[in-house]
């Protein structure tokens, strides 16, 4: 539960009585099917929301497309393609005004992960390929941008390095390695002041916090199940991180920071989600829209909104002390 409470008094038969709290209380909808992905979307899926009327995306599966959605038309757009293919690990992050910064993944071509890392200009429609990242990106790669002139990232393939990019040096620097190695179902989220939250991927419970002023980890309350390709995080806003399980599950589950504390709420999602799965958030504060792909090589485009109920309980009315 989240939102204001105000108390109130009303004068009734000559008594003033107290109106119990109203709490204004969230609310998920259900993921619904907006406009089709122009094509399939498979490992190296993701999504990113720009600020106004459009999210970005990659397809992956081992294609350059890129492509971009308009919020208010329901449509896709084909923009430039990345220079090069997008494979498992696949990433975007937007960093405000002109750029996204992006992770190309798993090279089918040497068989290893990529350490190739791109900028895209949003008024040019136009990529350039950025200092590399200092080790190979694959299934579990991941991007976070936490403000000001940082961008943090996972590199997948079991890999336990955490490193951050100085947008403005084009610099890559080592920060502290994860408790574990970080896989397949690997993500990152910011929820502002000093935190990061995490899944290790690879079928474990794993879910971290990063502090960035103390660059140390500490083990949250484990993911109520195995998370794997296909799992994602975005935070709205407030209290909670929203997740997918991935793996071919229907599983979505909302996680409290305040109480680190996991609820499910499988209910709301239509389809099994696998990978190239991934989730990204439109709107004010808690009240907007979580926009997400299904993946699993499906070309699911879906839509949950968040919408705020007063509540109030009606049977606690007490006299008001004076």
Aim: net charge positive.
């Amino acid at each position: 539960m989240s939102g204001r409470r105000r108390p109130m008094k009303i004068e009734a038969a000559q008594s003033l009585w107290r109106v119990p709290p109203i709490f204004e209380v969230l609310v998920e909808g259900t993921f619904t099917a907006r406009a089709a992905t122009p094509a399939t979307i498979d490992s190296g899926g993701a999504l990113v929301y720009t600020g106004g009327d459009y999210i970005y995306a990659f397809r992956g599966g081992f294609t350059t497309s890129f492509y971009r959605y308009s919020i208010s038309a329901n449509t896709w757009a084909i923009m430039a393609a990345i220079p090069a293919e997008v494979g498992a690990g696949g990433a975007l992050v937007y960093t405000g005004g002109d750029y996204i910064y992006a992770f190309r993944g798993y090279d089918r071509f040497t068989g290893t992960g990529s350490a190739d890392f791109y900028r895209y200009s949003i008024s040019n429609n136009t990529w350039v390929k950025m200092a590399s990242a200092p080790a190979g990106v694959s299934a579990g790669g991941a991007l976070v941008y936490t403000g000001g002139d940082y961008i943090y990232a996972f590199f997948g393939g079991y890999n336990n390095g955490f490193a951050r990019y100085s947008i403005s040096a084009n610099t890559w620097t080592w920060m502290a390695s994860t408790p574990a190695g970080v896989e397949v179902g690997g993500a990152l989220v910011y929820t502002g002041g000093d935190f990061i939250y995490a899944f290790r991927g690879n079928s474990s419970t794993d879910f971290w916090r990063y502090s960035i002023s103390g660059n140390s980890w500490t083990a949250m309350a484990s993911a109520p199940a195995g998370v794997s390709a296909g799992g994602a995080l975005v935070y709205t806003g407030g209290d909670y991180i929203y997740a997918f399980r991935g793996g071919g599950y229907i599983d979505f589950w909302r996680y409290s920071i305040k109480a680190n504390a996991w609820t499910i709420m499988s209910s709301l999602v239509p389809a099994g989600v696998s990978v190239g799965g991934a989730l990204t958030y439109v709107g004010p504060v808690t009240t907007g829209f979580i926009y997400a792909f299904r993946g699993n090589i499906s070309t699911d485009f879906w839509r949950m909104p968040l919408v705020p109920v007063v509540s109030v309980s009606l049977d606690s009315w007490q006299p008001w002390m004076r």
